[in-house]
T-cell receptor, first 117, second 116 residues
Framework: AQSVTQPDIHITVSEGASLELRCNYS??????LFWYVQSPGQGLQLLLK??????LVQGIKGFEAEFKRSQSSFNLRKPSVHWSDAAEYFC???????????????FGTGTLLAVQP | GAVVSQHPSRVICKSGTSVKIECRSL??????MFWYRQFPKQSLMLMAT?????????EQGVEKDKFLINHASLTLSTLTVTSAHPEDSSFYIC????????????FGDGTRLSIL
């Protein structure tokens, strides 16, 4: 079945440490890929997106993500985490062929990030 | 740019009341808007896709007579929860996308709906 998987429900890192959040998808063709962040009680903010081209994508707030076709992954990384990064992170995809039409996002289950001082 | 405003941010009302939630794109024209529902500690579930000037497309299992969607202009979509009951209590989030291929969705801040 087509799906988006975020294996880690909850992650805790120390402030200043590096971060990697995992995302895997199972679609026949490479979908459009996104990472969103949600602070408590708020909507979602787009961190970065991948459609094609360079597989290393730079986003806002110092985040980056790397698309690896062979692993069907799109992991989010940040070299040094700040306390303000504590939030929930969602990986999402738009299945291939729908980018210009419905652009229907399929979300992963999310990873809750806690940052220790 | 790409700001989406959602109003109200929180609603508390009695069972049987109908509640209207507005979603506006402030600095772009949104040909397509989306409505999501999010349960506590869960991901977003797409309820419906709304295209300006046409009927909304509802996801399987979503009652269209319960969740009325109107997308009357390129900057405004509304979701009305009719005759709301406690099981309708949830966090509702809208998003909007600009015209063109590969445009991402931009999200509002959500509406916390609590039905007593």
């Amino acid at each position: 079945a087509q799906s988006v998987t975020q294996p880690d429900i909850h992650i805790t890192v120390s402030e200043g440490a590096s971060l990697e959040l995992r995302c895997n998808y199972s679609y026949g063709a490479t979908p459009y890929l996104f990472w969103y962040v949600q602070s408590p009680g708020q909507g979602l903010q787009l961190l970065l997106k991948y459609f094609s081209g360079d597989t290393l994508v730079q986003g806002i707030k110092g985040f980056e993500a790397e698309f690896k076709r062979s692993q069907s992954s799109f992991n989010l990384r940040k070299p040094s985490v700040h306390w303000s990064d504590a939030a929930e992170y969602f990986c999402a995809v738009v299945p291939a062929g729908q980018g210009g039409a419905t652009n229907k996002l399929i979300f992963g289950t999310g990873t809750l990030l806690a940052v220790q001082p | 740019g790409a700001v989406v405003s959602q109003h109200p941010s929180r609603v508390i009302c009695k069972s049987g009341t109908s509640v209207k939630i507005e979603c506006r794109s402030l600095d772009f024209q949104a040909t397509t808007m989306f409505w999501y529902r999010q349960f506590p500690k869960q991901s977003l579930m797409l309820m419906a896709t709304s295209n300006e000037g046409s009927k909304a497309t509802y996801e399987q299992g979503v009652e269209k007579d319960k969740f009325l969607i109107n997308h009357a202009s390129l900057t405004l979509s509304t979701l009305t929860v009719t005759s709301a009951h406690p099981e309708d209590s949830s966090f509702y989030i809208c998003s909007a996308r600009d015209w063109g291929v590969n445009q991402p969705q931009h999200f509002g801040d959500g509406t916390r709906l609590s039905i007593l």
